[in-house]
């Protein structure tokens, strides 16, 4: 049980365009999923916190015009990277919270913007 | 969240015991301590979590000092897939939205033949 799945696993795109990633619990309904960002050789950073029905709140320094959230379902949370450009090249992870507190953990996908 | 600290890195020969510690002596009395694992370019994996009391499932043990100080997570026969970057992470349990977690640099576990 505790299944979170992420689609694509990797995405290749041309600097200016947008790219959506989805994050989905397969098991489980999660109110509240986690996006995170993580550069090589470094931890994961919270980008932002998405509530089912509602707007996500953003940690510090993130761009929330840049980096929209939806979380439409108890079940999936989208992250569109608009306008995508080189310095946000990265490994997005997503995690949703178990009724028990605990965060289960998407594969992540490896975004490269050319 | 209470600040965690935890050595960089560790080797383990292949089918001993990896005793991994952590230190969190500012922890509060309503944190757990939740430990998870990243497996390169993978997501974190969740291990454990415990309170006060140990804990134990397949994965792995959790031993939490009684004044709830530090803890060690032990992987009692470690293989070669244990080799990871082993994270601690207290904070408050339950399912708060409110209850994100932290991640520090963690550990980086070794485990050779």
């Known amino acids: ?114 | 969240d209470a600040k965690t600290t935890q050595p960089p890195s560790m080797d383990c020969a292949e089918g001993r015991a990896a005793n991994l510690p952590c230190n969190h002596s500012t922890i509060s009395g309503n944190e757990y301590v939740y430990w998870y694992r990243q497996i390169h370019s993978q997501g974190p994996q969740y291990i454990i979590h415990g309170l006060k009391n140990n804990e134990t499932n397949e994965m792995a043990s959790l031993i939490i000092t009684e004044d709830r100080k530090s803890s060690t997570l032990i992987l009692p026969h470690a293989t070669l897939r244990d080799t990871a970057v082993y994270y601690c992470i207290v904070r408050v349990g339950g399912g708060n939205a409110g209850n994100m977690l932290t991640f520090g640099g963690g550990t980086r576990l070794m485990v050779k033949p």
């Open chain 1, 1 to 114: 049980g505790a299944v979170v799945s992420q689609h694509p696993s990797r995405v290749i795109c041309k600097s200016g365009t947008s790219v959506k990633i989805e994050c989905r619990s397969l098991d489980f309904q999660a109110t509240t999923m986690f996006w995170y960002r993580q550069f090589p050789k470094q931890s994961l950073m919270l980008m932002a916190t998405s509530n089912e029905g509602s707007k996500a709140t953003y940690e510090q320094g993130v761009e929330k015009d840049k980096f929209l959230i939806n979380h439409a379902s108890l079940t999936l949370s989208t992250l569109t990277v608009t306008s995508a450009h080189p310095e946000d090249s990265s490994f997005y992870i997503c995690s949703a919270l178990g009724q028990t507190g605990t965060q289960y953990f998407g594969p992540g996908t490896r975004l490269l913007v050319l």
